[in-house]
């Protein structure tokens, strides 16, 4: 990867519907020399795909929580139980495997308190495997740079 390449990425990262044109005019490379190494860098799956950022607020999502959560047994079978329970989860955004004193780390976005509470007992509170829960209520964020 040269700094060609890294200039893109970057680029790409701020703007993922920035035309080509565009794109080359801003990394110092011809067109068809940029489309050249976006497709390289797809086809090497670098780059994975482009999504929209969207405003949560419109979409109705007014509480959001990052949860811990420890298992019951340390074993391979108790982590797929787990993953699969919430692996359909709507309100579960984003999942980790974590070191620590816990096994998961969930990002979860709900409405609001109330469908955080019906989630948490709904969905968390009857997985067999599940010892322990420890949410931590985001109260804003100066800073999220996620796509």
Known sequence: MDKFSERILQELQADGRISNVELAGR???????????????????????????????????????????????????????FEQHVQFANEVVECHNITGMNEYLLRVETKDLVAYKRFHADVLGECAVVQSITTMVVMGSPKDERP
């Open 27 to 81: 990394v110092g490379l011809s067109p068809s020399a940029t489309l050249r190494r976006v497709q390289d860098l797809e086809h090497k799956k670098v780059i994975k795909g482009y999504r929209a950022v969207l405003d949560k607020t419109q979409l109705d999502v007014g509480f959001v929580a990052y949860v811990t959560i420890g298992l019951n047994s340390h074993t391979k079978q108790s982590q797929l139980s």
